[in-house]
């Protein structure tokens, strides 16, 4: 439950009161005033401080001058560690849970467990002669199954000869299709191999003829496009004056415009500028967010290992008291 209050606070920020606590203290810090400043060294001496800052996952650097983090990010930082401190200040301690209570409960029940011991013996022996005889039922059970396997198999062997042979059957007899396949297509491919000689006959007639047609037509295009080309040629001179005309009024425009251009270019300029430098300062209070819950995660992991190595040497110690137990109550350890 702490782990979350501490998330959130990381997240959604401290109350108005510490923001209001800690923008005065930074603010007289950063103008050098001795009590602001001695309240700063007395504060990173102090334990439950320490701790606020590793569960928040700040760094001492990361609050002084030099700081890449905007003023008021490292007044909300110093904000939540203040809260946090104060919220350590009031966690009441949870009483024994997990293997620490679960060995207080052993040491309650190994008495009652030495008197049912006997009982257990007694039973097991019991399971061990039923056990014995599920085995001879299996056996007996595995030796049947044997004999229907090698049935199934023999089965299994006659039908692949069947259908080797039926499958020999099949190839005779696609064989004779292929070679009548065969015939068939040789008198097909001669009989269309006439008819496109006689087409390739008729179509170089065609071709004679058309190409006579053809340079009788080109005789009479050459002499059009020569009285074309005459009249292009009129045409581009007098295109290309006026296009001269053209040129050096659009050089002018151009010139305007190469003006404009550069004044707007130079506003464009100091306009990204500026808004570059915010992005930076962004990105900057982005990832230092970032890195700071992967320290609170790593705090909390840190605080729950050491909860864990504490439930398993409570672990260990009732394993053995149980181990003990069960020696004292085992009749061949005794004898032995």
Same mark, same amino acid.
């Given at each position: 439950?702490?782990?979350?209050?501490?998330?959130?606070? /990381?997240?959604?920020?401290?109350?108005?009161?510490?923001?209001?606590?800690?923008?005065?203290?930074?603010?007289?810090?950063?103008?050098?005033?001795?009590?602001?400043? @001695?309240?700063?060294?007395?504060?990173?001496?102090?334990?439950? #401080?320490?701790?606020?800052?590793?569960?928040?996952?700040?760094?001492?650097?990361?609050?002084?001058?030099?700081?890449?983090?905007?003023?008021?990010?490292?007044?909300?930082?110093?904000?939540?560690?203040?809260?946090?401190?104060?919220?350590?200040?009031?966690?009441?301690? $949870?009483?024994?849970?997990? =293997?620490?209570?679960?060995?207080?409960?052993?040491?309650?029940?190994?008495?009652?467990?030495?008197?049912?011991?006997?009982?257990?013996?007694?039973?097991?022996?019991?399971?061990?002669?039923?056990?014995?005889?599920?085995?001879?039922?299996?056996?007996?059970?595995?030796?049947?199954?044997?004999?229907?396997?090698?049935? !199934?198999?023999?089965?299994?062997? @006659?039908?692949?000869?069947?259908?080797? /042979?039926?499958? @020999?059957?099949?190839?005779?007899?696609?064989?004779?299709?292929?070679?009548?396949?065969?015939?068939?297509?040789?008198?097909?491919?001669?009989?269309?191999?006439?008819?496109? +000689?006689?087409?390739?006959?008729?179509? #170089?007639?065609?071709?004679?003829?058309?190409?006579?047609?053809?340079?009788?037509?080109?005789?009479?295009?050459?002499?059009?496009?020569? =009285?074309?080309?005459? !009249? =292009?040629?009129?045409?581009?001179?007098?295109?290309?004056? @006026?296009?001269?005309?053209? %040129?050096?009024?659009? /050089?002018?425009?151009?010139?305007?415009?190469?003006?404009?251009?550069?004044?707007?270019?130079?506003?464009?300029?100091?306009?990204? +500028?500026?808004?570059?430098?915010?992005?930076?300062?962004?990105?900057?209070?982005?990832?230092?967010?970032?890195?700071?819950?992967?320290?609170?995660?790593?705090?909390?992991?840190?605080?729950?290992?050491? +909860? /864990?190595?504490?439930? !398993?040497?409570? #672990?260990?110690?009732?394993?053995?008291?149980?181990?003990?137990?069960?020696?004292?109550?085992?009749?061949? $350890?005794? %004898?032995?």
């Amino acid at each position: 439950a702490h782990w979350k209050a501490s998330l959130a606070l /990381a997240t959604d920020g401290a109350s108005e009161g510490y923001r209001h606590v800690a923008s005065e203290l930074l603010a007289g810090a950063m103008a050098g005033h001795t009590e602001e400043l @001695d309240i700063f060294d007395s504060l990173s001496y102090s334990p439950r #401080f320490l701790q606020a800052m590793g569960r928040q996952g700040i760094e001492a650097e990361e609050m002084g001058s030099q700081s890449l983090l905007s003023v008021e990010r490292r007044a909300a930082m110093l904000a939540a560690v203040l809260q946090e401190r104060d919220q350590l200040h009031n966690v009441i301690v $949870a009483p024994p849970k997990g =293997a620490k209570c679960t060995r207080l409960q052993m040491l309650r029940r190994l008495s009652d467990s030495l008197a049912k011991t006997e009982a257990n013996v007694e039973q097991r022996r019991a399971v061990w002669r039923r056990n014995e005889e599920a085995e001879e039922a299996r056996q007996a059970r595995a030796a049947m199954t044997a004999a229907h396997e090698e049935e !199934r198999a023999q089965r299994v062997r @006659d039908r692949d000869r069947a259908f080797q /042979a039926a499958l @020999d059957e099949h190839t005779r007899d696609a064989r004779a299709r292929e070679r009548l396949t065969y015939m068939n297509a040789r008198a097909i491919e001669q009989e269309r191999c006439d008819r496109a +000689e006689f087409e390739l006959q008729q179509r #170089f007639e065609r071709s004679g003829r058309a190409l006579a047609m053809r340079d009788e037509q080109r005789g009479e295009r050459g002499r059009q496009l020569r =009285a074309h080309v005459e !009249r =292009a040629q009129r045409v581009a001179i007098q295109a290309r004056r @006026d296009e001269d005309a053209k %040129g050096t009024a659009l /050089a002018d425009r151009l010139k305007q415009a190469d003006r404009r251009s550069e004044e707007a270019v130079r506003s464009h300029q100091r306009a990204r +500028e500026q808004s570059a430098e915010r992005r930076r300062l962004q990105e900057c209070e982005h990832s230092h967010q970032v890195t700071r819950i992967l320290r609170m995660k790593e705090h909390e992991r840190v605080r729950k290992h050491i +909860e /864990a190595l504490e439930d !398993r040497q409570a #672990f260990d110690d009732c394993r053995h008291m149980l181990e003990h137990g069960r020696h004292l109550r085992d009749p061949e $350890a005794l %004898g032995a």
